[in-house]
C-alpha cells in the first residue's frame, strides 16, 4: 500500500541537541511539506519542496533544517536553536503535476519532547 | 495574507444529532480541503471543493463551498462515535506557491453516546 511513514512516532530532545525526523513516502509524489502543530495553532507550514535538492522555506523556518535528496525523503532536523521545540510535526506530500486541487496526504507524525 | 476561521472551536453533540462545522477564508477560495484527525495521529483527506455552490458527500458527511468561494461547511448527519476528532480546513495559499496549504485552527468534535 502507498502511504507516507514517519517515524520515530515519539522522540525527545535533550538540551543543545540535534534531532532529525525521518519521511519517506513511495506515492511517487512531487511536493512535500513539513507542518508543526501546537495546541489551539492549527498546523504551520516550516519547509516544502517540489523538486529533488529544492526546498523552500516556510512560515516557521527559523531553528529547522530540511533536505530533500530523494524523491521519496524529506527529512527534518530540529536543530538546538529552535528553542521551543515540544510539538507535534506533520509531514505530507501531494502531486503537482496535474496542477491546483490536489489534496495533501499526511503521515501519522512525530511527538517531540524536550527532556 | 490569507486566512481561515474555524467556528465553533469544539463541539460536543448526543449520539444521532446533526451538527455544522463552517469555515470561513478572509480571501477567495481556490480549493478547499476538509480533514479528519484523532488525536496525536495525521490528518485524513475528507473531501476537496473547488467550485462556487459545489456540495460533496461521503457517508453521513456533505460539504459544501458557497458561491462566493469565501466560506465552507461540513454537515454530519446522525452523528456517530466514530465522527470523533478534530475537523480542519485548509485553503491554497491566496499567491502562493502550487500546492500550499494554509489551515484553520480545527473543529474538536466529541459524540456523546
Known amino acids: 500500500d502507498g502511504g507516507i511513514t514517519q517515524s520515530p512516532k515519539y522522540l525527545f530532545r535533550k538540551e543543545g541537541q540535534n534531532v532529525t525526523l525521518s519521511c519517506e513516502q513511495n506515492?511517487?509524489?512531487?511536493?512535500m511539506y513539513w507542518y508543526r502543530q501546537d495546541p489551539g495553532q492549527g498546523l504551520r507550514l516550516i519547509y516544502y519542496?517540489?523538486?529533488?535538492?529544492?526546498?523552500q522555506k516556510g512560515d516557521i523556518a527559523e531553528g529547522y533544517s530540511v533536505s530533500r535528496e530523494k524523491k521519496e525523503s524529506f527529512p527534518l532536523t530540529v536543530t538546538s536553536a529552535q528553542k521551543n521545540p515540544t510539538a507535534f510535526y506533520l509531514c505530507a506530500s501531494s502531486t503537482l503535476y496535474r496542477g491546483r486541487g490536489q489534496p495533501q496526504h499526511f503521515g501519522d507524525g512525530t511527538r517531540l519532547s524536550i527532556l | 495574507s490569507q486566512e481561515l476561521e474555524q467556528s465553533p472551536q469544539s463541539l460536543i453533540v448526543q449520539e444521532g444529532k446533526n451538527l455544522t462545522i463552517n469555515c470561513t477564508s478572509s480571501?477567495?477560495?481556490?480549493?478547499l480541503y476538509w480533514y479528519k484527525q484523532k488525536y496525536g495521529e495525521g490528518l485524513i483527506f475528507l473531501m476537496m471543493?473547488?467550485?462556487?455552490?459545489e456540495e460533496k458527500s461521503h457517508e453521513k458527511i456533505t460539504a459544501k463551498l458557497d458561491e462566493k468561494k469565501q466560506q465552507s461547511s461540513l454537515h454530519i448527519t446522525a452523528s456517530q462515535p466514530s465522527h470523533a476528532g478534530i475537523y480542519l480546513c485548509g485553503a491554497e495559499n491566496y499567491g502562493g506557491s502550487q500546492g500550499n496549504l494554509i489551515f484553520g485552527k480545527g473543529t474538536k468534535l466529541s459524540v456523546k453516546p
Open positions: 519542496s517540489q523538486i529533488v535538492n529544492d526546498f
Open positions: 480571501k477567495t477560495l481556490y480549493g
Open positions: 471543493l473547488q467550485k462556487g455552490g
Open positions: 506515492l511517487n509524489h512531487d511536493a
